[in-house]
Structures are given as C-alpha cells and as structure tokens.
C-alpha cells in the first residue's frame, strides 16, 4: 500500500518562494508526481520525478529522495494565481499502475 | 479534440438510488482512475484499470462499482451501500508509467 503525508495550509506573500513537503511510504515505487488544483477545478500536472534530485520547470521546481521518501515542490516568484493546493502523487512500482495521492497543501498568496 | 470527458458535471439522486457517472478518454491511455473528494480533502482512490476487462480495488472500493468493457470508457456506478456518496468524482487517464490526465469532475449530491 501507500501512505502519503502532507501539510495541510500555509500563507505566503506575492513575489516570495515557499517550499511545499511531501513524504510517502509505498511498497514499490514508479514516481512522484506534483499537481496543482484550484478550487472546484480538477487537478492539473505539474512535474514528475523518478530519478534523486531536483527538475525544473520554469518558476516550478520538483525534488525527489527515494532513500528518505521525501519530495518537495518550490514554487519561485510567487503570483496571486498561485493560490491553489498542491497535490503531490506516488505511483506503485512498475507492472502496477496504482497512483495514490496525498491530501494536499493549500497556498494562499497574499499582496 | 483529445481529452478526457466526465458527465454529468451535476448530479442529484435521491437516497438509496444507484447511480452511474460516465468517463471517456480518446487520448488511447490504457490506464483509468476513479477519485473522490471531499471538501478540503486530497483524492482518494476508488477503483483503477490497467486493462480492457480488468480493474482493481483502491482504498474506498466499498459501495462502488465500475466496468472497464472498452479501452475509452471507465463508468463508475454509486450504489445505495455507499453510506455517504455526496462527493466531487474525478476520473483520470494516463499512458502506463506517466502522469495521470483528469476530467473536469462531477459533482454529485444525494438528497
């Protein structure tokens, strides 16, 4: 099974960066993904790791440990849209497609 | 257009009705999943598919059904031994191994 373990809510201001944590406990392991979900909307992709280390994407950056089971998102240069929750997702090892979530860590961006 | 399409956006039933949401990719994914989600809360996992005719358990499968007879179509059918079935569905789609595509969801409310 998967256990996936997230911060529930923080508070950041416009322009600043804030780093989001995910931990996970899975038996098998295939990637981790990150996505973001604005209010009523569904959830959409924002990067995926597989390998140690961290991937950029523009003012989004992704980091993975598989040795600690940690990740973490950043979000850089922090705009009012931003405001969302940030869902990070492990997917069970390969031959099995499971793909567990956590429960979210809500960013409110303020002025 | 590719994409992946939930119907109704809105449903309501009365208790103790059965009730079937629709999902259907043409992105050719082979893997599908059924999510729900409660306010304030992350995705839990109802039921996923790998495969034409096979489909596994998630974490909350109780009270659910689903059929996978078709590479698009992933129905999932609500039925009255779901104690609390009021809840935003969320249907995803993913090539095997990648990120999982989501439809816009449907919000179902039972009276």
């Known amino acids: 099974g998967q256990n996936i373990d997230q911060p529930t809510e923080m508070t950041a201001t416009e322009g600043a960066i804030v780093q989001i944590n995910c931990t996970y406990q899975t038996s098998g392991f295939n990637g981790l993904f990150w996505y973001q979900q604005h209010a009523g909307e569904a959830p959409t992709f924002l990067s995926y790791?597989?390998?140690?280390g961290l991937e950029e994407k523009g003012r989004f950056s992704s980091f993975l440990s598989r040795s600690k089971g940690y990740s973490y998102l950043l979000l850089k240069e922090l705009q009012m849209k931003d405001s969302a929750s940030y869902l990070c997702?492990?997917?069970?090892?390969?031959?099995?497609?499971?793909?567990?979530f956590g429960k979210g860590n809500q960013v409110v961006v303020i002025p | 257009d590719g994409g992946i399409t939930q119907s109704p956006k809105y449903l309501f039933r009365k208790e103790g009705q059965n009730v079937t949401l629709s999902c259907e990719q043409n992105l050719n994914h082979d893997a599908m999943y059924w999510y729900r989600q409660d306010p304030g809360q992350g995705l839990r996992l109802i039921y996923y598919s790998q495969i034409v005719n096979d489909f596994q358990k998630g974490d909350i499968a109780e009270g659910y059904s689903v059929s996978r007879e078709k590479k698009e179509s992933f129905p999932l059918t609500v039925t009255s031994a779901q104690k609390n079935p009021t809840a935003f569905y969320l249907c995803?789609?993913?090539?095997?191994?990648?990120?999982?595509?989501f439809g816009q969801g449907t919000r179902l409310t039972v009276v």
């Open positions: 790791n597989v390998l140690d």
């Open positions: 997702a492990v997917r069970d090892a390969y031959g099995n497609n499971r793909l567990a």
């Open positions: 995803a789609s993913s090539p095997l191994g990648a990120e999982a595509f």
